[in-house]
Antibody, heavy 123, light 107 residues
Framework: EVQLLESGGGLVQPGGSLRLSCAAS????????MSWVRQAPGKGLEWVST????????YYADSVKGRFTISRDNSKNTLYLQMNSLRAEDTAVFYC????????????????WGQGTVVTVSS | DIQMTQSPSSLSASVGDRVTITCQAS??????LNWYQQKPGKAPKLLIY???NLETGVPSRFSGSGSGTDFTFTISSLQPEDIATYFC?????????FGGGTKVEIK
């Protein structure tokens, strides 16, 4: 079964850091770009970041550029999101998502999503 | 950034009704448009990709159409299990952007 399982969310103070993880199973992890998408409470979906299958290219939303770093360990089938300088407006459910197609493009649909991990930034 | 405008933001319909949601892109995105269903407390689920292609396992009462800037998502016969919020998403350009969502309820 194809599955994504996020972890690492929690409560953090403004200015703090958190690292999210996403463990993948059931597919050839290194063949697909992976992304993080977030959803603030009661709000819509916001793309955060994408990393290509090899890890050689990364892409970020302007709202997180310079503060968040996406990475992956293909030997562990795991995706990461290092989040620094967190702000109240980063409070959200963070989902990891698999790109639909085997491609080097970071632009695609997301066919598999994790259950989400909650990040709360508050003092 | 490409803005995706979805309408309506919510709707109420009866079981068996035909339901239509529209999504308008701020610029031409060809057919690089996907539709997702999100049930409360759950992750989104891909229903339609490339504007009109049904994802494997998705019931045929769901369909999508359109190209360029104007897109339509249709549920041909609303079922109780279709209660959810539906989002469109463009992938023509980064940043990938989503519509604001349409909450579908049963009347």
């Amino acid at each position: 079964e194809v599955q994504l399982l996020e972890s690492g969310g929690g409560l953090v103070q403004p200015g703090g850091s958190l690292r999210l993880s996403c463990a993948a199973s059931g597919f050839t992890f290194s063949s697909y770009a992976m992304s993080w998408v977030r959803q603030a409470p009661g709000k819509g979906l916001e793309w955060v970041s994408t990393i290509t299958g090899s890890g050689g290219s990364t892409y970020y939303a302007d709202s997180v550029k310079g503060r968040f770093t996406i990475s992956r360990d293909n030997s562990k089938n795991t995706l990461y999101l290092q989040m620094n300088s967190l702000r109240a407006e980063d409070t959200a459910v963070f989902y990891c998502a698999k790109d639909f197609r085997y491609s080097s493009s970071p632009k695609d649909a997301f066919d598999i999503w994790g259950q989400g991990t909650v990040v709360t930034v508050s003092s | 950034d490409i803005q995706m405008t979805q309408s309506p933001s919510s709707l109420s319909a009866s079981v068996g009704d035909r339901v239509t949601i529209t999504c308008q892109a701020s610029q031409d995105i060809s057919n690089y448009l996907n539709w997702y269903q999100q049930k409360p407390g759950k992750a989104p689920k891909l229903l339609i990709y490339d504007a009109s292609n049904l994802e494997t396992g998705v019931p045929s009462r769901f369909s999508g159409s359109g190209s360029g800037t104007d897109f339509t998502f249709t549920i041909s016969s609303l079922q109780p299990e279709d209660i959810a919020t539906y989002f469109c998403q463009q992938y023509d350009n980064l940043p990938l952007t989503f519509g604001g969502g349409t909450k579908v309820e049963i009347k």
